[in-house]
T-cell receptor, first 112, second 111 residues
Framework: NAGVTQTPKFQVLKTGQSMTLQCAQD?????MSWYRQDPGMGLRLIHYSVGAGITDQGEVPNGYNVSRSTTEDFPLRLLSAAPSQTSVYFC???????????FGPGTRLTVL | GQQVMQIPQYQHVQEGEDFTTYCNSS?????IQWYKQRPGGHPVFLIQ?????EVKKQKRLTFQFGEAKKNSSLHITATQTTDVGTYFCAGQGAAGNKLTFGGGTRVLVKP
């Protein structure tokens, strides 16, 4: 099993550009989520999904969109990148009913 | 909303010494989890505590959940250079799905 995979590992955007961060898991986990990590602020939940076709907002959803068309994939879209979105983004998954989360390796995003 | 605070933010430890990091929630939790993130890496699950007053050990790591289920601690004995990293607590409220992370304690070990 590859676990949770994320692409790209690094990305530099200009203000106003859009892009999609990819996340996939091969563990058949129902629950998937996106976090952003900023220095000294821990991980903050952006969006999450409890299954295909179901998504919900987390703590900091503004400026981000998600969709969940399959169990395996949970892409995060930045509609119009802003410097405040410079961060490290982690995707995570777990099986519903179990609380251990498995994190991907992260995407380091810089918005100029 | 639910807030989880962690102290200290940084911990400089001499190799061989013990230290403790603390986690406090603004609301009662259904469970609390601890994660470790090595420099440049991603968070890795360490343990989950569910019961009031629960204590669990993993080798040199001791995790405790408070009686009121609003606080937790991680105690590491005889710190080693392999303990370097950031330790996060994450609390799950009664509603279930969302996990709120503390700011983390970054541990640096002096050999």
């Amino acid at each position: 099993n590859a676990g949770v995979t994320q692409t790209p590992k690094f990305q530099v955007l200009k203000t106003g550009q859009s892009m999609t961060l990819q996340c996939a898991q091969d563990m058949n986990h129902e629950y998937m989520s996106w976090y952003r990590q900023d220095p000294g602020m821990g991980l903050r939940l952006i969006h999450y999904s409890v299954g295909a076709g179901i998504t919900d907002q987390g703590e900091v959803p503004n400026g981000y969109n998600v969709s969940r068309s399959t169990t395996e994939d949970f892409p995060l879209r930045l509609l119009s990148a802003a410097p405040s979105q410079t961060s490290v983004y982690f995707c995570a998954s777990r099986r519903l009913g179990y609380n251990e989360q498995f994190f991907g390796p992260g995407t380091r995003l810089t918005v100029l | 909303g639910q807030q989880v605070m962690q102290i200290p933010q940084y911990q400089h430890v001499q190799e061989g010494e013990d230290f403790t990091t603390y986690c406090n929630s603004s609301t009662t939790l259904s469970n609390i989890q601890w994660y470790k993130q090595r420099p440049g890496g991603h968070p890795v699950f360490l343990i989950q505590l569910v019961k009031s007053g629960e204590v669990k050990k993993q080798k040199r790591l001791t995790f405790q959940f408070g009686e009121a289920k609003k606080n937790s601690s991680l105690h590491i004995t005889a710190t080693q250079t392999t303990d370097v990293g950031t330790y996060f607590c994450a609390g799950q409220g009664a509603a279930g799905n969302k996990l709120t992370f503390g700011g983390g304690t970054r541990v640096l070990v002096k050999p």
